[in-house]
Structure formats: structure tokens, C-alpha cells
């Protein structure tokens, strides 16, 4: 099951933005001035919050799976296409299953080594420095397990805020931006850097299984059969030895065990891709998805950037839209020309993110708006003095006019 965020928030759990009184009383803090952000440091893997055991757990869980992968794109080839094939008289059809099956294993294998060596997407610096610039005016709720568009949520473990759809990932030990889950099978926490590697992997890892297995099926059986000496007949070539035999039923049990394995994240993870929501949001109920563009086509090139060929690829997006930071959303207001106001094409860094979040402005409080205390303006009329914090103090009184 995908790793949900549980941590407790140290603001009151209500879904009102924090004041600008917690955020200065220290209640929230922006940022950290006297420690480094974690998402500066490395984002090594298995260096966060786990312990050793379960380091050890993940690292021989990934070595498994691996070699399991490597194994069977190894025994197809030499194995079934350079033994078993010839040895049934059918090597007519080793040239199109090379292909084939090379072309589809070789891009799983690629997405899976992208996949696990990729920066899931750790917080940028520029957005600790965003947060230190606007300070209080930006919206800042607890983490809960709903829906928070436009609203930044505090990390209790990193205590900063970080931005929509962050989460904190235990076994990372940072904020991932758009953090999907931790994968044990690629050993890393899937995020919006790399999620689309996983997406592929997924995809061409099921392909490859059921190409493997569909096009070595017959001899699968009749390779089962020999060893239990029955239908023999004269098919096979005494070229053929036991142990090719063994090794080549063993392919068979591996590919059907990565199918077996692939098949349950194809199933759950594609109809998420296509829907803008993580395995995380995917049980967040209190209001409809405000990513869902719409559209599979649009929902996708959020996620692994516009449609191109690169799609099919273990690439990064040639033509990325966003940054991970801010997300478009279908309720997005329009301006004079039916475009949105917050618009990528116009918009980038800060001055995105200042609209997508709505940083409101910090209105200065003036003596006018202080508590009334009687006896301090009583103090202040007998001596004749103005309010310390009278913003017109140095003026001489002369409200009306621009200095």
C-alpha cells in the first residue's frame, strides 16, 4: 500500500489559513534561518527516517526484483530463442520475437534503472525563499488527508512549509513535491520527477511479461511435458539438454511472476495517471479533484509534459508544463481573454506561484485599529504625547497629505 502521511500538524486542525499572528509568534515559520531545509541537502536514498533493518529490507527487495528482471530478458534470449527454438525446427521465428520482445524489455528495463536513480523531486531552494519572502501573507493549513488547492501545508519533520500535494516521505526523509508513494521494488519514493519513468515501467514491464509468455507458451508445454516424459514425440532436437530445459521453465515462472506482480500497478496507477490524482489523494473525499483537467490528454501532459514522442521514452519531458510547485486546476479564473490568470505561458516562478496561492497582502495596522485603554490615552493626553506606534507620529499631524 502507498506510504500515507500520518505526521500531527502543531496548528490547530481547522481548514482556515494560520494568521499572521501564529506565523509571527513562531507557531508556523516560514523558514529556518539557522539550519539548512532539508530538500537542500541529498536526496539519497534510504537516508531518512527508517531504520537499518528496513534500509537492508528495500535495498535486497530492489536487488530481487532486479534480478529477476535481468533474468528474464537473459533467458529469452539465450535460452528460448537460441536453444529451444532451434531445437523444435522453428527458427523462422526467432527474428520477429527478438524484436519484439527486446524492443518492449529493453524500455522497462531503462525506465526502471531511470526510475530508481531519479530525484523524486525534493523542494527547491527557490521555494524556501518564497516562503521567507512573503512570510505570513502566504495561506499555510495543517496536513490532513484532504483536498488543500492553492494552500501551502506544514511539515511537522522539516517544520517549513511546503507547497500543494507535498508530502513528507519517511523512508526519504525529505518533502517530495506531488509524492505519490514509496516503490520498495525500485527501492526510491515516486514523486513528480520521476513518476513518469515509474508510469512506463509499469506499462513496459506488463508488456514484456506477456510478450515472453505469450510467444513461448506451446513450448513452455511441451517443455513441461518432456520433463514428465510424456509427448515427446519429434519435436525436439538432441541438442536440447536438461538443464536448457530447467533454465527455460524457470523464465516462464519469473515473467509470470512479474506479470503477476506489474498487472495489480497497471490496473491502479494508469487509471490515476489519466485522472491527475496520486495514490495518496486517491482516498481524499471532501471535495471533487480540482487537478482533473478535463481530459486524459490534458491530465497526462500534466504529469509527463505535452504529447510528443518522448511520451514513449524513459526521458525527461521535452516539453514540461509546471514546476511542481503550483498545479493548474479546472476552477482556475479567467481574465479579459478567457485565459487563465494564472497562466504558465506568461506567468513563471514566484509570480505563479503568488497567484495559484493567493498570497494576500499583509495590511499594517495602525494606531486607529489598537484595543481602546482609557487610562493610556488618558497618560497620553495629560502629557501630550502620540502613540509610539502612530504611523503619522513624524507627519505633524498632516494625515490628509502625501510627504
Known amino acids: 500500500m502507498p506510504a500515507m502521511e500520518t505526521e500531527a500538524a502543531t496548528i490547530p ?5 494560520p494568521s499572521a499572528h501564529a506565523l509571527e509568534a513562531g507557531m508556523i515559520k516560514p523558514h529556518l534561518e539557522t539550519e539548512a531545509p532539508k530538500a537542500e541537502s541529498s536526496p539519497g536514498i534510504c537516508s531518512g527516517d527508517i531504520t537499518t533493518s528496513s534500509n537492508v529490507f528495500f535495498q535486497a527487495t530492489m536487488s530481487v526484483t532486479l534480478g529477476v528482471f535481468i533474468y528474464e530478458g537473459t533467458a529469452y534470449n539465450v535460452i528460448f530463442l537460441a536453444r529451444v527454438l532451434p531445437a523444435m525446427g522453428k527458427e523462422i521465428f526467432i527474428p520477429p520475437f527478438f524484436v519484439l520482445f527486446n524492443l518492449v524489455w529493453g524500455l522497462a528495463l531503462w525506465a526502471y534503472v531511470k526510475a530508481n536513480k531519479s530525484e523524486p523531486g525534493a523542494v527547491p531552494k527557490e521555494w524556501h525563499d518564497f516562503v521567507r519572502e512573503v512570510g505570513p501573507a502566504l495561506p499555510v493549513v495543517p496536513s490532513s488527508a484532504k483536498w488543500a488547492p492553492g494552500k501551502a501545508s506544514y511539515c511537522r519533520k522539516c517544520a517549513i512549509p511546503r507547497p500543494e500535494r507535498a508530502h513528507h516521505c519517511n523512508v526519504s526523509g525529505i518533502c517530495v513535491l506531488r ?10 519514493c515516486v514523486g513528480y520527477n520521476n513518476y513518469k519513468y515509474f508510469l512506463q515501467l509499469v506499462i513496459y514491464g506488463s508488456l514484456a511479461s506477456f510478450i515472453g509468455l505469450a510467444t513461448s507458451l506451446p513450448e513452455l508445454v511441451l517443455c513441461i511435458g518432456k520433463l514428465l516424459g510424456i509427448g515427446e514425440g519429434d519435436v525436439w532436437n538432441s541438442t536440447l539438454q536438461t538443464t536448457d530445459i530447467v533454465a527455460f521453465l524457470m523464465f516462464g515462472g519469473l515473467a509470470g511472476f512479474l506479470g503477476i506482480l506489474l498487472m495489480p500497478m497497471l490496473f491502479t496507477h494508469v487509471p490515476f ?7 495518496i489523494e486517491s482516498n481524499y473525499d471532501n471535495m471533487a479533484n480540482p487537478y482533473d ?4 490528454i490534458s491530465n497526462l501532459e500534466s504529469i509527463i509534459g505535452e504529447m510528443g514522442p518522448d511520451w514513449l521514452v524513459p526521458i525527461a519531458p521535452i516539453r514540461r508544463k509546471g514546476d511542481g510547485v503550483s498545479f493548474a486546476r479546472w476552477d482556475e479564473p479567467l481574465g479579459p481573454d478567457d485565459r487563465p490568470i494564472a497562466d ?18 499583509v495590511p499594517h495596522r495602525g494606531f486607529q ?7 493610556k490615552s488618558l497618560a497620553q493626553w495629560w502629557s501630550g504625547g502620540m502613540p509610539d506606534d502612530d ?3 513624524n507627519t505633524g499631524g498632516n494625515v490628509g ?3
Open 401 to 403: 497629505c502625501v510627504a
Open 13 to 17: 486542525l481547522t481548514s482556515a489559513p
Open 179 to 188: 509524492m505519490d508513494h514509496y516503490c520498495p521494488w525500485i527501492n526510491n
Open 391 to 393: 504611523p503619522y507620529a
Open 369 to 375: 485599529e489598537e484595543e481602546f485603554d482609557p487610562l
Open 293 to 296: 483537467l478535463g481530459s486524459m
Open 344 to 361: 504558465e505561458d506568461v506567468l513563471n516562478g514566484d509570480q505563479l506561484w503568488r497567484v495559484r496561492y493567493n498570497v494576500r497582502a
Open 273 to 279: 495517471a489519466i485522472r491527475n490524482v496520486t495514490a
